[in-house]
């Protein structure tokens, strides 16, 4: 084999291998998940929050809201008795908030201001097996216990 045809070898195993590196580096920050699939039974139940919220999500897509706090100033807040918390019905679906791993977003009218209001519930599944979560607008935890809800 001559030197020049050597040399181009050893130069397209090099770019296709570099070619292949950056695929997969895209794939991994672009086209990858966050995280795993989420199904029904990972987010229904009751969600007992640290700071005292209480979530309960039901299969059908309905949940019940309970002392969640509110998640922006134009959501109600003269309605509310405390001025700073929701207790109310709630539609919910799966969706990520952004940067995080997949969840779910509660949607709900706000009681003052008829206004489309969202609360993210970020789902952290735990290697015991348990599901725990946060609101990324507040802190605190959230900790599920399973189970259907009526």
Sequence with gaps: MS?????????????????????????????????????????????QGSDGGRLTVR????????????PG?????SAWADGRTYTGAARWVFDTYPDETPGIRFDYQGPATAKACKVYLVVVPHEDGTQRGFLPHVAGQYVRSAGPQG
Excluded: Q
């Design 3 to 47: 030197r020049r045809l050597l040399l181009a070898v050893w130069w397209f195993l090099g770019a296709a291998g570099l070619f292949v590196a950056v695929l997969a580096v895209l794939r991994a920050d672009l086209g990858g998940d966050h995280g795993v699939e989420l199904a029904v039974t990972d987010v229904e139940g009751v969600w």
């Design 59 to 70: 299969a059908d897509g309905s949940a019940d809201l309970e002392r969640v706090t509110r």
């Design 73 to 77: 100033p134009d959501c109600g807040k």
